[in-house]
Nanobody, 127 residues
């Protein structure tokens, strides 16, 4: 059984930093691409960042230069380092995993490409 568990969310002031973690179990982690998505109240879920099996990365325009995604296969864990946080970064952050080597340009917009999802961790940025 696949389990995806996020952690590290919290309340932070604008300009601050947080690091989210995502641990995936029940699968061969190294064979999966990983993604981070977020959803603000009343809005659709949107892609934030994703990382390939060989650690190529993609970012949403809104977080480029501020967020960094990484993976540590030995720990079955992905991280999302978030710096210079803004109030508009507030939302529930979800981690997702997909068992594929394909790393196409539309991954951050195709939620259906990601079969495994966590329950999310809340990030709140105060102004």
């Amino acid at each position: 059984q696949v389990q995806v568990v996020e952690s590290g969310g919290g309340l932070v002031q604008a300009g601050g930093s947080l690091r989210l973690s995502c641990t995936v179990s029940g699968v061969r982690f190294a064979d999966h691409i990983l993604g981070w998505f977020r959803q603000a109240p009343g809005k659709e879920r949107e892609g934030v960042a994703c990382i390939s099996r060989s650690s190529f990365t993609k970012y949403a325009v809104s977080v480029t230069g501020r967020f960094a995604i990484s993976r540590e296969n030995a720990k079955n864990t992905s991280y999302l380092q978030m710096n210079s946080l803004k109030p508009e970064d507030t939302g529930m952050y979800f981690c997702a995993a997909a068992p594929t080597r394909l790393f196409t340009s539309d991954l951050l917009t195709r939620l259906e490409a990601w079969p495994h999802w966590g329950q999310g961790t809340q990030v709140t940025v105060s102004s």
